[in-house]
């Protein structure tokens, strides 16, 4: 059983950089063809995606956050991580590190969620 959970500050002063780490349990981050997701809700709204790291180590980000967002990954540590630069309380949302087989297709495991608000 694949298990991921989502690690950080829950609260980020705007301007700032948020930073989230996911952990992943029950399998790595390298296996073939498993892309490592990031996605995050805000109040109110649906899902957006974020970005994706996969199992080889290509980055793909949406184009509306491509400037301010980066993932890297620890696989010593089968963690993946999210930053986004320059928040604003607009990027107040629950983040969630999910997985899917491939780019493509449904998600298959998913963290919690973790609330980040950005506030002075």
């Known amino acids: 059983q694949v298990q991921l959970q989502e690690s950080g500050p829950g609260l980020v002063k705007p301007s700032q950089t948020l930073s989230l780490t996911c952990t992943v349990s029950?399998?790595?981050?390298?296996?073939?063809?498993?892309?490592w997701n990031w996605i995050r809700q805000p109040p109110g709204k649906g899902l957006e995606w974020m970005g994706v790291?996969?199992?080889?180590?290509?980055?793909y980000y949406s184009p509306s956050l491509n400037t301010r967002t980066s993932i890297s990954r620890d696989t010593s540590k089968n963690q993946f991580s999210l930053q986004l630069s320059s928040v604003t309380p607009e990027d107040t949302a629950v983040y969630y590190c999910a997985r899917r087989p491939f780019l493509l297709g449904p998600y298959d495991y998913w963290g919690q969620g973790t609330q980040v608000t950005v506030s002075s």
């Open positions: 790291i996969t199992y080889d180590g290509r980055t």
């Open positions: 029950g399998g790595s981050i390298t296996t073939n063809y498993y892309a």
